[in-house]
Nanobody, 116 residues
Framework: QVQLVESGGGLVQPGGSLKLSCAASGSIFSSITVGWYRQAPGKSRELVASITPGISGGTTNYADSVKGRFTISRDNAKNTVYLQMNSLKPEDTAVYYC???????WGQGTQVTVSS
């Protein structure tokens, strides 16, 4: 089973950028699909972006609300998946979680707050 640890959250002004990292343990990391989810207060958890395994970096998918602003990527040599978030909006405020979508392991989450 893969263990996941997120980092990189914080407070940023609208229009700003943050880069989240999801560090994974385990030798199977390069063969799993990883997703970034978020959960805002009073709302259900939603899938923001995902990336499949692949020698060339994998296939990516994005929620409509973040297309063109967020980029998911992976570095299998570092067992890490990233979420680059640009042009952040107040509605992006949430706890962000990464997930091993093959086996259902979750990280502890990292808070992202977009506010002036």
């Amino acid at each position: 089973q893969v263990q996941l640890v997120e980092s990189g959250g914080g407070l940023v002004q609208p229009g700003g950028s943050l880069k989240l990292s999801c560090a994974a343990s385990g030798s199977i990391f390069s063969s799993i699909t990883v997703g970034w989810y978020r959960q805002a207060p009073g709302k259900s958890r939603e899938l923001v972006a995902s990336i499949t395994p692949g020698i060339s970096g994998g296939t990516t998918n994005y929620a409509d609300s973040v297309k063109g602003r967020f980029t998911i990527s992976r570095d299998n040599a570092k067992n890490t998946v990233y979420l680059q978030m640009n042009s952040l909006k107040p509605e992006d405020t949430a706890v962000y979680y990464c997930c091993d979508m093959n086996f259902g392991s979750w990280g502890q989450g990292t808070q992202v707050t977009v506010s002036s």
